[in-house]
């Protein structure tokens, strides 16, 4: 199985399975200098990690992080890590398999699921959690997301729930203190969406059903002029960063969809000089991005991810040998998978900013 690896001079490859000792990632082309602590990359994995509500999967694993190689110690710090130059190795263990869980759709096809595309390509799959394309690997992206938002000075990227299922936030309510409330298990923004996202997901859960959701992620210090015209756009890559999360199934940029259905008056983003004597938008309907290359205004992007399959309704489905069969999937699951999908969507897009500018610093040689 080939395409482990996203980014070009930011490039991360991530290995290991669902249910199998361990995952880990190798971090190739992140510059020498650049300083970060263990502590800094616990944090962004704490935030995605199972068991941390009942609105979750409770699955239970630590998702503590290893260093393997490149970096050194500080000398006059010894928390902090600088990274030498050369390939950063990450490693979480797995410590809470239940595989047996997974034995009774050895040979089923789950609806919602890849399994039947997967066997379909390869001929064989890990039924155990998923394998290899279980969001268990996400972590990993999440570590390197630590990494990569230190790359570019400045760079802020935070992520915030905007709606679960048909329940959506009040964006007049937008505060980013909210998310990170101790009480607030969502990532939204919206305080009085709270209590309502409760109240659903729990109802969720007893019809032994699932949800979506929409998450934004808002990028802000982004310097202007990093992508490109043509095949290299910024927002191409963070889409298609995003689109490889799983249970992604749509992605927009600024205004996105919405956009159609507004006029050319409305949608451009008009321009001023601002007091410092740079350009500033009155709008930012494109999202911080014009032509493929970033604007220096915020870059926001959105994505929708689907319910989750794994459900413990049954549901109509095939197995192996071609049989019509029923499916309950039993386990550990999330009743809206996209709560999780916050940081990750975070880290995606943190790791194309870097990347995109690595690849700016290296053909203009400006930064």
Same mark, same amino acid.
């Given at each position: &199985? ?10 991360v490859?991530?290995w ?6 361990a995952i880990?990632?190798?971090i ?7 300083r970060?602590t ?6 962004e ?5 199972p ?10 694993e ?9 970096v050194? =110690?500080?000398?006059?710090d010894?928390d902090? &890590? ?5 390939p950063?190795?990450?490693?979480i263990?797995?410590v ?9 759709? =050895? ?10 595309a997967?066997?379909?390509?390869y001929?064989?799959?890990?039924f ?9 690997e996400t ?5 390197a997301?630590a990494?990569?938002?230190k790359?570019?000075p400045?760079?802020?990227?935070r992520g915030?729930?905007?709606?679960i299922?048909? $329940?959506?936030i ?6 980013w203190?909210?998310?990170e409330?101790?009480d607030?298990?969502?990532? +939204?923004p ?7 996202f409760?109240t ?5 859960? &007893? ?8 998450i934004?992620v808002?990028?802000?210090?982004v ?7 043509l095949y290299?756009?910024?927002d191409s ?11 992604? $199934? ?6 996105g ?5 507004l006029?050319?008056?409305?949608n ?5 000089i601002?007091?410092d ?6 709008a930012?309907h494109a ?5 493929g290359i970033? +604007?220096g ?6 994505f929708?991810?689907?319910? +989750?399959s794994?459900i ?11 049989q019509?069969?029923e499916?309950? +999937? ?5 009743p ?9 969507g975070?880290? &995606? ?6 990347d ?10 400006r930064?």
């Open positions: &199985m080939s395409h482990n690896t996203f980014g070009h001079l930011f490039r490859t991530t290991g399975e669902s249910h199998g000792p880990g990632c190798t190739d082309g992140c510059p020498p200098g650049i970060f263990l502590r800094e990359l616990q944090d994995l704490d935030r995605r990690k068991g941390s509500s009942r609105f979750v999967t409770q699955r239970r630590p998702d503590e992080v290893s260093v393997l190689s490149g050194l =110690a500080d000398e006059t010894s902090v &890590m600088i990274a030498t130059g050369t950063i190795a990450l490693q263990q797995n809470d398999q239940r595989s047996k869980d997974y034995g009774d759709i =050895a040979r089923q096809y789950r609806p919602g699921h890849a399994d039947y997967y066997d379909v390509k001929g064989l799959r890990d155990r959690g998923g394998g290899r394309s279980s969001a268990r972590a990993m992206r999440v570590a997301g990494i990569a938002r790359i570019v400045g760079l802020r990227v915030a729930i905007v709606q299922g048909d $329940k959506a009040d964006r007049a309510n937008w505060d203190a909210v998310v409330r101790s607030n298990p969502f990532f +939204t919206d305080a009085a969406s709270i209590p309502v409760e659903y997901l729990d109802q969720i859960r &007893m019809d032994h059903d699932s949800v979506g959701a929409i934004e808002v990028a802000e210090n310097p202007a002029g990093l992508g490109a015209p290299a756009k910024i890559d963070i889409a298609a960063g995003l689109m490889s999360i799983n249970a992604v $199934k749509g992605v927009e940029i600024g205004d969809f919405a956009s159609a259905a006029r050319g008056t409305q451009a983003d008009e321009m001023r601002g007091t004597g740079r350009p500033v938008f009155e930012n999202g911080g991005v014009l032509g970033s +604007t205004a915020p870059i926001v992007a959105r929708a991810v689907k319910p +989750t794994s413990l309704t049954p549901r109509r489905s095939i197995d192996r040998d071609g019509e069969i499916v309950v +999937t039993k386990g550990r699951h999330d809206c998978v996209g709560i999780r999908a916050v940081p990750i975070e880290a &995606m897009v943190a790791c194309a900013i870097a995109h500018f690595l690849r700016h610093r290296g053909q203009t040689g930064i």
